[in-house]
């Protein structure tokens, strides 16, 4: 299958001609083509953002809904063509990706349709000499730029507020998991106006530059990896163009002597294998009082070790591949370095082998460690793949110093039945995201990001779509 670039509401080849493979993770084979665009393709898309802009941006907002409705709905109504696509594109379990990630997309165009309507600006009164109030105006031709783990979620994150606002979009998906964009692409051709939504496949250095560069581009919202995020802010500072930045997590998992011990050990494993530890959102540093470190190490790693790992198209399979070649030579070797840091491997640790179509697959098994140091590399910086530590801590401040004690602050999970402690840890916890006996509860209406070396700025709700547009103060003077 040959992936084309939607430009202008018309599908094209690369301007170059030439095209990229896209791999099966579960099957390691080549199953498509994408387009490996550059400069040029960029151009052309943001060219036909920009001369679809004035009429989108003049669309009442309640039309701008309905459309955003209706791509909703056709997602829906693919559901499973887009679920077995994302599992073939990315490894996880299709029926991860027919619980999570397709409804999601869904609930994403869904959730700012609505807010499209709704969204409310303020209002001053300057004792009895004025009134100000404040207009919300879309930026213009904005671009999004989308990571491979969880393609068409985070995708239709960026894209949907965007739209509400009246903005254009240019959106630059992954060229390892580029599947669902294309097929988004499709079911939008039928919906949106052309040139509104423009999808431009290629290599981040090709393409990604170019969009980031690009100087009719207002805006950019990109998530992925710390280091890049880096390079995006210097590119958009000089231009003074907005970012929103969502970047890597080293995420603790908080577990105290007083948790509801049988949830919080299904819950700990949850946070760290899902998608195979592919989420920035994963508790990959578990922290355990003492007390009870040793029993919940052990149900843990009995957790763990139960986990079903298989071909991902499998009914019951909870494990599917990691995402690439590159990225299983990745984790073995942060695994590797730490057993060479003093690290003992409870459970997992190695290539995982799946019969049959599967066994030239990327599979690794999940995988807990322990007597690492904080300052361990393990302990410091994102694997990104089933793998999580353990340490142990005595009290209160300790386990405080020992989550907070990396450059990221993405998220944090605490386990307590106490109430107070709870609070005093959600207030301190130098993360962006708390859950509080829980983890990955998510409400559409709350701001997402992080701080430190996790991200800049804010997405989600209202935040979204302050990003995605440029205040207006209008003073009356009575």
């Given at each position: 299958m040959r992936l084309k670039n939607f430009v202008g509401g018309r599908f094209t080849d690369a301007k170059s001609g030439k095209s990229?493979?896209?791999?099966?993770?579960?099957?390691?084979?080549?199953?498509?083509?994408?387009p490996d665009s550059d400069a040029r393709?960029?151009?052309?898309?943001?060219?036909?953002?920009?001369?679809?802009?004035?009429?989108?941006?003049?669309?009442?907002?309640?039309?701008?809904?309905?459309?955003?409705?209706e791509i909703a709905r056709a997602i829906e109504e693919r559901l499973p063509r887009l679920a077995r696509a994302e599992s073939i594109d990315t490894g996880k379990p299709v029926s991860v990706a027919a619980a999570v990630d397709i409804p999601r997309a869904a609930s994403n165009f869904?959730?700012?349709?609505?807010?499209?309507?709704?969204?409310?600006?303020?209002?001053?009164?300057?004792?009895?000499?004025?009134?100000n109030y404040t207009l919300r105006r879309p930026l213009?031709?904005?671009?999004?730029?989308?990571?491979?783990?969880?393609?068409?979620?985070?995708?239709?994150?960026?894209?949907?507020?965007?739209?509400?606002?009246?903005?254009?979009?240019?959106?630059?998906?992954?060229e390892v998991t580029p599947m669902t964009a294309y097929l988004l692409s499709k079911l939008c051709a039928d919906i949106l106006?052309?040139?509104?939504?423009?999808?431009?496949?290629?290599?981040?250095?090709?393409?990604?530059?170019?969009?980031?560069?690009?100087?009719?581009v207002k805006a950019v919202s990109f998530t992925g990896s710390t280091r890049v995020g880096a390079e995006i802010a210097r590119v958009c500072a000089p231009a003074l163009r907005k970012v929103s930045l969502e970047l890597g997590g080293k995420n603790p998992t908080i577990v105290f002597a007083d948790c509801d011990f049988d949830k919080t050990v299904a819950e700990t494993a949850r946070a760290a294998f899902s998608n195979q530890g592919q989420i920035c959102l994963c508790g990959s540093r578990v922290l355990v009082q003492r007390p009870i470190y040793e029993e919940f190490k052990r149900a843990l790693v009995e957790r763990a070790r139960a986990l079903?790992?298989?071909?991902?198209?499998?009914?019951?399979?909870?494990?599917?591949?990691?995402?690439?070649?590159?990225?299983?030579?990745?984790?073995?070797?942060?695994?590797?370095?730490a057993r060479r840091e003093g690290g003992a491997v409870l459970c997992g640790g190695k290539r995982a082998r799946v019969p049959g179509r599967c066994a030239k697959g990327w599979f690794y098994e999940p995988t807990l460690i322990e007597g690492l140091g904080p300052a361990c590399r393990a302990n410091q910086e994102e694997i990104f793949g089933p793998v999580a530590t353990l340490l142990p801590f005595d009290d209160d401040d300790k386990a405080l110093a020992l989550a907070n004690g990396t450059r990221y602050g993405l998220a944090?999970?605490?386990?307590?039945?106490?109430?107070?402690?709870?609070h005093r840890f959600g207030a301190r916890l130098e993360a962006g995201l708390v859950w509080i006996n829980c983890w990955m509860l998510r409400d559409l209406r709350t701001?997402?990001?992080?701080?430190?070396?996790?991200?800049?700025?804010?997405?989600?709700?209202?935040?979204?779509l302050r990003f995605f547009s440029e205040a207006r103060n209008v003073c009356v003077k009575l």
């Open positions: 990229l493979p896209n791999f099966e993770p579960a099957a390691g084979r080549e199953h498509s083509r994408v393709d960029v151009d052309a898309a943001v060219r036909a953002a920009a001369a679809a802009f004035p009429a989108w941006a003049a669309t009442p907002a309640t039309e701008r809904s309905r459309l955003l409705r869904a959730f700012f349709a609505d807010a499209a309507t709704q969204f409310s600006t303020e209002c001053h009164a300057t004792d009895d000499l004025a009134v213009g031709v904005v671009g999004c730029i989308s990571p491979w783990n969880l393609p068409l979620y985070l995708l239709s994150w960026k894209i949907a507020p965007a739209l509400a606002m009246g903005n254009t979009v240019v959106a630059k998906p992954s106006p052309p040139g509104v939504l423009n999808i431009v496949h290629g290599t981040g250095p090709k393409a990604g530059a170019a969009l980031v560069s690009h100087p009719q079903r790992l298989g071909d991902p198209l499998k009914a019951g399979i909870e494990q599917g591949a990691v995402v690439s070649r590159q990225h299983l030579a990745k984790i073995e070797g942060c695994v590797e370095l944090a999970s605490v386990w307590t039945r106490d109430l107070s402690r709870a701001p997402f990001g992080g701080v430190k070396d996790s991200g800049l700025g804010r997405e989600g709700g209202h935040e979204a």
